[in-house]
């Protein structure tokens, strides 16, 4: 045994939400070889006192933009006109050097919040997941392909460079480090291009066995845009072009109708809530309880540190239960176990990942230790109550992801974070705000 974590309160999330006081994890190979109530008889080669913690799987975040992290709080309102241009402006003069430095905070961050997957819907993804490899942290990547492909235009799916990256990416890092990355086809929206973009993605994308990222129905505009322009709404429209007949995780499906709700259940597809970012936008928010009632699976998600701030799922696990239960008048409308499941179990599956979401003999050991000695999370009546509404990323002690522990008290063993941050302010920063040495 390589690890072993000791007397520590386990959040397992499996089937029946068992929570297992003073209980033991132990790790072998990356994964979770012994979890059990007593000490096993086998001398591990480390121990971690979990005293005081609890541990539980990692979180999975399905959501965000990583590199967006670089312009984090760059305008407050990215919904006003003006604000949106300028930050559109600052995010063009990304490079791959840039979006790497960014990334890599962004995953920081993660670790630090618990974070053991994302799912990230953003350019620069060759950069992202170079930052990704070399942290340890699992990661669904898409390249957010946007393009209105005129009727009269050539369009060939082996010459189009979207597609062409898209296809590039998959060569090199779909399945790497086994399965650790995988890559998905990613969609901007459906205000963003056409469907001779979608359908060459989608057949690329189940010939390849890939999932599909884009955003969907956020806001009521949007939906209103694309039935005047096509009688129908995003989802039928999208429907049209096979696009749900793949794996789809869709941020945010606010609005989404019951009939497309029904129909995004019958294909199973995942609806991302992003709660924290949504309302920081004045964006109306996923209705989480018709979407699971519909059949949908419902995962949570930040958004991009530039449009939410930042990349916490405590809050935004917290967020989601408190919205639900306000928006309906009813404070049983959403369990603290509900946010818990979506964070972890729902995400693994929105992801396509089997090996991880609860803690399990024989699934991968992405386990995090949540320090609850602190003021604020004593005394503890009840366990997922205290992470939801009690606990905040903070408190996060270690964040484990296959066995191999990515942050702990302060350190990420895998990321050189003051340089990192060097790369940003002396590199990124003045490249965006149109200060590098090339332009001048
Ligand atoms: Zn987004």
């Known amino acids: 045994m390589d690890t072993l974590i000791s007397n520590v309160t ?111 819907l953003y350019y620069f993804p060759e950069a992202t997941a170079q930052a990704v490899a070399e942290s340890g942290i699992k990661a669904n990547l898409a390249l957010s392909s946007y393009r209105f492909i005129d009727q009269n235009e050539d369009f060939d799916f082996e010459t189009d460079e979207q597609c062409k990256e898209l296809v590039r990416l998959v060569d090199t890092w779909h399945g790497y480090d086994d399965g650790r990355i995988k890559i998905d086809g990613g969609i901007y929206a459906e205000y963003t291009s056409n469907f001779r973009l979608w359908e060459g993605i989608a057949s ?17 505009e949007e939906v209103e845009s694309c039935e005047d322009r096509s009688g129908l709404t995003p989802a039928e429209l999208l429907s049209c072009h096979k696009i749900f007949d793949l794996p789809v995780t869709a941020a945010t499906c606010a609005c ?39 059949g949908m699976n419902v995962s949570l998600g930040t958004g991009g540190a530039f449009e939410c701030g930042n990349l916490d799922m405590f809050e935004v696990m917290r967020y989601a239960c408190l919205q639900a239960r306000q928006e309906q008048g009813d404070s049983s409308a959403l369990p603290a176990a509900a946010p818990l499941m979506m964070a972890t179990v729902c995400g693994a ?92």
């Open 349 to 440: 599956k929105a992801q396509g990942r089997t090996d991880c979401g609860m803690l399990k003999e024989g699934l991968d050991a992405d386990i995090i230790l949540v320090d609850f000695s602190a003021p604020h999370l004593m005394p503890c009546h009840n366990v997922p109550a205290g992470l939801v509404f009690s606990a905040k990323g903070g408190d996060v002690a270690m964040t484990m992801v296959r066995g191999k522990i990515l942050y702990q008290n302060g350190r990420f063993p895998t990321i050189d974070l003051n340089g990192v941050v060097s790369e940003i302010m002396e590199y990124a920063i003045p490249r965006l705000l149109g200060e590098s040495k090339e332009e001048q």
């Open 204 to 220: 690329f994308a189940a010939e390849k066995g890939l999932g599909i990222q884009l955003h969907l129905s956020e806001t009521k």
């Open 10 to 120: 386990v959040v397992t999330m499996n089937e029946k939400m068992d929570v297992l006081f003073g209980a033991y994890i132990g790790i072998e190979n990356g994964k979770i070889a012994y979890m059990e109530k007593t000490a096993p008889q086998e001398q591990p080669k480390t121990i971690i006192d979990g005293t005081g913690m609890v541990a539980m799987p990692g979180l999975i975040n399905c959501h965000t933009h990583l590199a967006t992290a670089v312009l984090r709080n760059f305008v407050d309102d990215g919904e006003k006109r003006e604000a949106l241009e300028q930050l559109l402006t600052r995010q063009d003069k990304l490079d791959n050097r840039a979006a790497k430095a960014a990334a890599q905070l962004a995953i920081a961050e993660c670790l630090r919040f618990g974070i053991t997957s994302v799912s990230d």
């Open 256 to 294: 989404l109708t019951e009939n497309e709700q029904t129909m995004l259940g019958k294909y199973k597809a995942t609806a991302v809530a992003t709660p924290i970012a949504s309302a920081k936008l004045g964006a109306p928010t996923t209705p989480i309880t018709a979407c699971v009632k519909a």
